[in-house]
């Protein structure tokens, strides 16, 4: 039970990769915020499925690009909770599509989630995340590589990622901050669209010649959620089987 006592934002939490970090942490003992933008129905059979196994989770709406709603969503776990220790800025959107292609809503409909999402987040946990917590921002792996299709998607995270490197420095209070790159994973999101041929190809491009489970990405999660990984900070943790 590593995290025991610990409150917990998971933000995009209901499906995918956040529901499995969500998931895991309430295993060991964190209370859940899962955070959705538009997935009321996942969202709440995630907390369902934690409440069942003797967790404590409550679904939080909240867009994160706009500021008010992720001012709500800290306001809404604290008075629910208490507090917010840990947060876990995992909400993120991918469109796939060569540079030229891509419209002038793609691009701010990417940087609107995966980077000012990050910034609302980073900017309501200087004064409302506890003395000694933990802030996880979930970047990619793709930043590391020249994948075409993926100009956009990769200028955002990598944003992310500088944007971790500076706050660690910033913000203060005992406070850790990294991020977490996983690369490849056997999502919904990651999915969709792909040809069996480019997945095979992907799967061949790491140490394991396979792509990842949501729950190889939510124990590395864990383990940075956790007082153990405390001396980590301002750094990028790739998850990614020797992609990268």
Not at 117 to 123: A, V, Y
């Amino acid at each position: 039970m590593k995290l025991e006592n610990k409150v917990v934002i998971v933000t995009g939490a209901s499906r995918g990769i956040g529901k499995e970090i969500a998931t895991l942490l309430a295993k060991n003992g964190a209370k859940v915020i899962v955070n959705h933008s538009n997935s009321e129905e996942d969202a709440n059979k995630t907390v369902q499925a934690i409440l069942e196994d003797g967790g404590q989770a409550i679904a939080v709406k909240a867009d994160v690009s706009q500021e008010s709603q992720v001012t709500q969503l800290f306001d809404t776990a604290i008075g629910t909770y208490g507090k917010v220790d840990v947060l876990i800025n995992n909400a993120g959107v991918m469109i796939s599509k060569k540079l030229k292609d891509n419209t002038q809503e793609d691009f701010s409909k990417q940087f609107d989630v995966n980077v000012k999402g990050i910034f609302n987040t980073l900017k309501e946990a200087d004064s409302k995340l506890a003395d000694d917590g933990i802030i996880i921002n979930v970047s990619s792996s793709t930043v590391k590589l020249m994948f075409p299709t993926y100009a956009l998607y990769s200028a955002s995270k990598a944003a992310v990622e500088q944007m971790t490197r500076v706050f660690s420095k910033e913000i203060g209070r005992g406070i850790s901050v990294n991020c977490l790159a996983p690369g490849a994973t056997e999502t919904e999101l990651f999915m969709k669209g792909k040809s069996q041929e480019f997945i095979d190809k992907l799967s061949s491009m790491n140490a394991f010649n396979r792509l990842a489970k949501p729950i190889d990405i939510a124990r590395v999660a864990l383990f940075l959620a956790s007082d153990d990984s405390k001396w980590i900070s301002g750094q990028v943790i790739g998850a990614n089987g020797a992609l990268v």
